[in-house]
Every structure is written in C-alpha cells, then in structure tokens.
C-alpha cells in the first residue's frame, strides 16, 4: 500500500504589507508604517528581508523592490515570517502611486489614498504577488 505524499498548503500570496498610521513619540511626528511580512513561516530561524525603497515625494511615488532573504545574525533559534518596516515621515494628504516588485520581476502597481485619519487603496492590480492589509 503506497502512503499519500504530504504537501505543504499553496498560498495565495507570497507576502503581506500592512499599512498603518503611527507616531514617533521621539521625533514627535507622524509616520506611514509599511511593514512587510512573508506569508510563510520559517521553524528555524526568523529572516530578514532585503527590500530597497525610492521614494519621490514630488511624484507621490512609493517604490519598493523586494529583493529577497538574508540569514539572520543572532544564534538563537526563533520562529516566524521574515520582515522589513519603512516609515514614512513627508507624506502628504493625497494619492500616491505604490510600485512594489519582487526577485522573480513581478511587478504590482497600487494607487493609496492617505489622509491624516486614513488609508485606502483605490487601485489595485488583478494578479497580486503581495496582499496589502490597511491596519488601524
């Protein structure tokens, strides 16, 4: 008798990008929080994620290429999803087109809305690499 071959669970998404208004108590000054999570949990040891930003704030750009994994440095064993978090200080009260790539060149482009009390997404692509949770 052959024993069926145990597969992890597909994913729909590769990653998440939770999107929140925050407050630097130091600086004293509001921020966008963007933090990037993987979907996938790691048993071993928690990632960290390579992404790099251009950010023109005349454009009301956003552009975020995810780049990939790195190895973390501490020996302890922990686990969870790999992370990044980018906060961003200069927004303004208006639109702004998200650009974010990943390592295989997928490309997704988001329109956000962001307001002083708020964040919405206005524009989204069909086919998604990266699902974005607005958080409160």
Same mark, same amino acid.
């Given at each position: 008798?052959?024993?069926?071959?145990?597969?992890?669970?597909?994913?729909?998404?590769?990653?998440?990008?939770?999107?929140?208004?925050?407050?630097?108590?130091?600086?004293?000054?509001?921020?966008?929080?963007?933090?990037?999570?993987?979907?996938?949990?790691?048993?071993? !040891?928690?990632?960290?994620? @390579?992404? $790099?930003?251009?950010?023109?704030? =005349? *454009?009301?750009?956003? +552009?975020? /290429?995810?780049?990939?994994?790195?190895?973390?440095?501490?020996?302890?064993?922990?686990?969870?999803?790999?992370?990044?978090?980018?906060? !961003?200080?200069?927004?303004? @009260?208006? $639109?702004?087109?998200?650009?974010? =790539? *990943?390592?295989?060149? +997928?490309? /997704?482009?988001?329109?956000?809305?962001?307001?002083?009390?708020?964040?919405?997404?206005?524009?989204?692509?069909?086919?998604?690499?990266?699902?974005?949770?607005?958080?409160?």
């Amino acid at each position: 008798m052959r024993t069926k071959q145990v597969r992890p669970d597909k994913l729909d998404y590769e990653y998440e990008l939770y999107i929140s208004h925050q407050f630097d108590n130091t600086l004293k000054k509001n921020y966008i929080l963007f933090d990037f999570r993987t979907t996938k949990v790691f048993e071993n !040891y928690i990632y960290k994620m @390579n992404v $790099s930003e251009k950010i023109n704030p =005349k *454009n009301k750009k956003l +552009d975020f /290429n995810i780049e990939g994994l790195s190895a973390p440095i501490i020996s302890i064993p922990k686990t969870g999803s790999a992370g990044y978090q980018y906060k !961003y200080f200069d927004f303004k @009260n208006s $639109s702004y087109n998200l650009i974010l =790539k *990943n390592q295989r060149k +997928d490309k /997704n482009e988001f329109v956000i809305k962001i307001t002083k009390t708020t964040i919405k997404i206005v524009k989204q692509p069909r086919k998604k690499f990266i699902k974005i949770i607005i958080s409160k």
